[in-house]
């Protein structure tokens, strides 16, 4: 993944991609300069600035779809991390907080969502299915099970991911 980090050369930041916000009153997605999510240079954090190219995110998710090892062959985490990661750590307390709709019939792992509960979730999408989606609307499918992995890319904030989501996914496995 070598195009991939929390600060851009000249020659990545020419290659990214704007990001919009959809205005409701113009009725049109408007062009946002910056990155609002980075919150400083003291935390790294994948939610929080991480940039990458879908090919080098799409690298990463098919290493933790493969249990660890990355699509060359090189071990990047070892299978019993990766089923760290896509365990349900949520305790009865700390469910309830956990409460989005479109992730209804799902905990959290490590990270990561994790689905818990085909009723209720209401996806077509095997127990233990996990992954994670981004605050413009990106979608990461994880199914080591099925040897699955979907990476849904957009740019859009405000972007009806509790209607579009759950949605694409049961398209993805309503079509395997």
């Not at 990561?112 to 085909?118: A, D, G, L, Q, W």
Request: proline residues 4%; hydrophobic residues 30%; charged residues 20%.
């Amino acid at each position: 993944m070598s195009d991939t980090g929390f600060e851009l050369s000249e020659e990545q930041r020419g290659r990214l991609l704007p990001q919009y916000e959809y205005n409701d009153a113009l009725g049109k997605p408007v062009r946002k300069d910056g990155n609002g999510f980075r919150i400083g240079t003291e935390f790294e954090s994948g939610g929080a600035g991480l940039l990458s190219t879908v090919s080098d995110y799409a690298k990463f998710l098919s290493a933790l779809t493969h249990r660890g090892t990355s699509p060359d062959g090189t071990r990047i985490l070892s299978s019993a991390t990766v089923e760290l990661m896509r365990t349900d750590h949520l305790t009865e307390s700390t469910r309830g907080d956990y409460n989005w709709g479109q992730l209804a019939g799902y905990g959290y792992g490590l990270g990561v969502r994790t689905h818990v509960s085909k009723a209720g979730s209401g996806s077509l999408s095997p127990l233990g299915e996990f992954g994670w989606s981004g605050a413009a609307g990106c979608l990461a499918i994880i199914d080591p099970d099925s040897r699955l992995t979907v990476l849904y890319a957009q740019h859009l904030l405000n972007n009806q991911e509790p209607y579009v989501h759950p949605r694409l996914k049961n398209i993805v496995y309503a079509c395997l």
